[in-house]
C-alpha cells in the first residue's frame, strides 16, 4: 500500500487535488483508502457526505482510547473504520477524524494517533493500493510525525511568497521524517513559468514540481456540490490534475496489483457519479 499525504498552507488546494486523485484512481480499478484529518471535513463534504452525517473519530475518541486499550487496535480497528468511514459509489473509503467537540478540549493528539493505527492496519490487511491523507492547513500533522514513512509529500503550494515559505517548512518536515519523496504542486498558476519560479522559492528541485491552471470551473463545481471531474471532464484543471496523477504515479511507483487485484474479484464498483452508501443519516444524527 502506498501511502500520500497532502501537506501545505491554507486554501491551496489539497482537498480538490486529493479528492480528484482519488477519484481518478479509484475509477481506474485501484482499490482507495483515504483519512480525511482536517478537522473542517472538506475531503469528506467534497465526496457529498454532509458535515453531521457521520460519526468522526473525535466524537468517539474517549471510548476508542478505551477499545484500543483493551482489545489492542487488531481487534478494535474493523470496527472503527466500520463505524466511522463512508464508502462512495467508486469504492473509495474515507475515514473521518472530525473535528475539536468543544472549545477548551485540548488537541486533536488522540484522534492523529488513532489514525496513525489505523493506517499501520490498514496497511497490514493488504487490501488497498492507496491510502492518502488530507490534512489540516500548516505544518503541524507533520509535527505529529503521522506520515512517517510515507510514499510522497504532495506539497500543495500557490505562486506566491507565503505560500512557498509554508511548503520550505513541510517539504523539510516531511523529509525530517523519512517521506520517501515529495512533489510539489504549484496551484492557480497563470502562466507556466510560475512553477519553476515557485520551485526556486521552496528550494525543490524543478523535476519535482508540477502546475495546475486557475480555472473558474474548480470554483463552480465546488460552490455546486459537485465532483470537478464529474461536470467538467474537459477543464484545464482536470487536464493539469491528470498530469499530476501521472507525476504522483511515477513518483510512488506501481500500486496495482494489491488491492485492485482483488478488486475485480470483489466487484469493484463501476464508475459512476459518487453517492455515498452508508452513512448516518443527518436525522439520526441530530
Ligand atoms: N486550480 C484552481 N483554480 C481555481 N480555484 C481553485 C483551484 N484549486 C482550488 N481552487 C479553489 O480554492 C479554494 C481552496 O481549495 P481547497 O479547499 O482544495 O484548498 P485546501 O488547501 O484544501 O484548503 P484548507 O487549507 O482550508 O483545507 C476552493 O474554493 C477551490 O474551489
Ligand atoms: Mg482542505
Do not use: W
Not at 499525504?5 to 485501484?30: D, F, H, P, Y
Not at 477499545?67 to 478494535?76: A, L, N, Q, V, W
Not at 507533520?142 to 512517517?148: E, H, I, P, T
Not at 463545481?221 to 493539469?240: F, I, K, Q, T
Amino acid at each position: 500500500m502506498k501511502k500520500i499525504i497532502a501537506t501545505g498552507k491554507g486554501g491551496v488546494g489539497k482537498t480538490t487535488t486529493l479528492s480528484a486523485l482519488c477519484l481518478m484512481m479509484a475509477r481506474e480499478g485501484k482499490k482507495v483508502i483515504v483519512f480525511d484529518t482536517d478537522p473542517s471535513m472538506n475531503l469528506a463534504m467534497t465526496f457529498g457526505i454532509p458535515f453531521d452525517a457521520v460519526s468522526t473519530i473525535t466524537e468517539d475518541k474517549a471510548a476508542i482510547s478505551e477499545d484500543i486499550e483493551e482489545h489492542g487496535i487488531e481487534e478494535s480497528a474493523p470496527e472503527i473504520l466500520e463505524e466511522h468511514s463512508v464508502l462512495t459509489e467508486d469504492g473509495i473509503r474515507i475515514v473521518i477524524m472530525g473535528a475539536i467537540e468543544h472549545g477548551g478540549d485540548g488537541c486533536l493528539c488522540s484522534a492523529i494517533s488513532t489514525i496513525g493505527m489505523l493506517l499501520e492496519y490498514t496497511e497490514g490487511l493488504g487490501e488497498y493500493d492507496i491510502a492518502l491523507v488530507d490534512s489540516q492547513a500548516g505544518p503541524e500533522v507533520l509535527g505529529r510525525g503521522l506520515a512517517s514513512e510515507f510514499d510522497l509529500n504532495l506539497i500543495l503550494t500557490e505562486p506566491t511568497t507565503k505560500s512557498s515559505e509554508v511548503s520550505r517548512q513541510v517539504l523539510k518536515l516531511g523529509n525530517d521524517l523519512g517521506v520517501k519523496d515529495s512533489l510539489m504542486v504549484v496551484n492557480m498558476i497563470d502562466e507556466p513559468e510560475d512553477v519553476a519560479r515557485t520551485a526556486d522559492m521552496v528550494k525543490i528541485s524543478k523535476d519535482r514540481a508540477i502546475g495546475i491552471r486557475f480555472d473558474r470551473c474548480v470554483v463552480k463545481a465546488d460552490r455546486a456540490g459537485e465532483l470537478l471531474p464529474d461536470v467538467y471532464p474537459d477543464s484545464d484543471a482536470v487536464a493539469d490534475l491528470r498530469a499530476v496523477k501521472a507525476a504522483v504515479e511515477k513518483c510512488i511507483g506501481r500500486t496495482d496489483g494489491i488491492g485492485s487485484a482483488r478488486a475485480d474479484s470483489t466487484g469493484h464498483p463501476a464508475a459512476t457519479p459518487s453517492r455515498i452508501s452508508n452513512y448516518r443519516s443527518p436525522a439520526s444524527a441530530a
